[in-house]
């Protein structure tokens, strides 16, 4: 599902950049540069710039039309939504997600990127940068048709 959604999306950035030779500093649509024959070639988007890879151009088309995912929040509301109750530590009493938040920041990076792990391998969760910027898959589901060939 997710693997799905990459791979269209990566489509889209194919679509949207064009090969290009940083060595001669020009583009080589054939794959290969007509004038020193290299194939290791960069992907360029004229508005942005070049690059290695698609994936920065996916992370690109992406981050133009969505709004990445508060990471910290959605995790945040998912714990309180699997534990809704509030814990009463002596006189103070604190939401339980806010309580092991704050008295154990460890365990609450490694759920959090536990959660992250199962919301991307589950198919809600996208990442085009290795996991730096998150979008929702639903989100990238609606402008995948936008992303195909450019105009
Ligand atoms: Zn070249």
Redesign the pocket.
Known sequence: MTNEIRAAVLRGAEIHSRPF?Y??Y?T?PSGR?D????DDLMRLVSSCGCEYGLDWVAEHLVSDRLTAVDVDAAFEESVAEIYPERVKIGWIEYDVALAIKELDPTSWRIAKSEWLDAEESGGALVTFDNGSTYYRVADVEQIIEELGPAP
């Open positions: 030779c060595q001669c020009e080589a540069c004038r020193c024959g290299s």
